[in-house]
């Protein structure tokens, strides 16, 4: 089992920046591919981007040249650096984890961009 914790939501401006973390705990060695999902009301869950032990990174065309994701394995820690955030960004966004063959998800962070 994987427990996943995240954290840095809030509230920005539009224009502004917030950089999500997640904490992964439990069974964390047999961590493979970190990513981040979002889901807006009304709408699908649907991906960020993705960060694989090894290889490249991959991002939704939205916000291709304004996110950026990264991992520190020593913390089995996935982040996400938000900037240039877009009103359109607003969402609960989620952590997913690939450990031992299995999907994990963390509980969700609120993401509002509003002025």
């Known amino acids: 089992q994987v427990q996943l914790v995240e954290s840095g939501g809030g509230l920005v401006q539009p224009g502004g920046s917030l950089r999500l973390s997640c904490a992964a705990s439990?069974?964390?060695?047999?961590?493979?591919?970190m990513a981040w999902y979002r889901q807006s009301p009304g709408k699908q869950r649907e991906f960020v981007a993705v960060v694989p032990v090894y290889g490249s990174t991959n991002y939704a065309d939205s916000v291709k040249g304004r996110f950026t994701i990264s991992r520190d394995n020593a913390k089995n820690t996935v982040y996400l650096q938000m900037n240039s955030l877009k009103p359109e960004d607003t969402a609960i966004y989620y952590c997913w984890v690939v450990a031992g063959g299995r999907n994990y998800w963390g509980q969700g962070t609120q993401v509002t961009v509003s002025s």
């Open positions: 439990g069974s964390a060695f047999s961590i493979n591919a």
